[in-house]
């Protein structure tokens, strides 16, 4: 394969085609591709989702799914999409176009959540799940298990990391601070601490809405 480095390097075509085949610098490279056109709709279609990551992380993972299940794939050079009824046709759009109508979807969901009134949810409860998380196999996780664990993964490494270590390795600060670079005192250190688990309440709140399961039965 032909090294590349840029995402402009890459057709859609051969991202689709990179990324079916795992191949980890197109995975990198099409997340890039769409982050940075994502960022510059994001202004003028989903205003009230700006600076909060939920939104591209759905609506990209919904794309991912699409391409690395097959239901997008190359064909005859063409980029097509399987239908309701099980036909690939032709896609009519590109694939940062069809990413920004997931997004616009998932925004109205987003709108419309924003309108019920908000769930307790504590701390302990999402720990609680992801201790079960990790010890669990993927057959014995519940329906809320695995969206915790998803939610989990789409945080950056260092909230996963503070989390796991706070939470299930049952870590204290001084042990965590000795470990982070970039993190300086106990006080900068609980400030992401809240931030992380903050992120990670939005992305599980939004998932069980969309399935309808109620935040505190986790």
């Known amino acids: 394969m032909e090294k590349k480095n840029l995402y402009s390097e890459w057709t859609e075509q051969e991202f689709v085609t990179d990324l079916q085949q795992k191949i980890k610098v197109a995975e990198t490279a099409f997340y890039n591709y769409c982050r940075v056109y994502f960022d510059g709709c994001s202004y003028t279609n989903f205003p009230k989702a700006i600076g909060d990551d939920r939104l591209f992380d759905d609506s990209f993972m919904a794309l991912w799914t699409e391409i690395t299940s097959k239901k997008i794939s190359v064909i005859e050079g063409l980029l097509c999409r399987r239908d309701d009824e099980g036909e690939m046709r032709q896609m009519t759009s590109s694939l940062r176009t069809f990413l920004i109508g997931i997004a616009k979807n998932k925004y109205k969901e987003i709108l419309r959540s924003e309108e019920k009134k908000d769930v307790p949810m ?97």
Do not use: W
Not at 197 to 209: A, G, V, Y
């Open 122 to 218: 504590s701390d302990e409860d999402i720990m609680h799940a992801l201790g079960r998380i990790v010890t669990a196999s993927t057959n014995e996780r519940t329906l809320r298990e695995e969206i915790v664990a998803q939610c989990v993964e789409t945080l950056s490494p260092r909230c996963q990391t503070i989390l796991t270590a706070i939470y299930y390795e049952d870590k204290n600060l001084d042990e965590i601070l000795s470990s982070h670079d970039g993190i300086n005192s106990k006080d900068a250190l609980k400030t992401r601490k809240y931030k992380c688990m903050q992120s990670l309440k939005n992305r599980i709140r939004f998932r069980f809405e969309r399935y309808q399961l109620k935040i505190s039965s986790i």
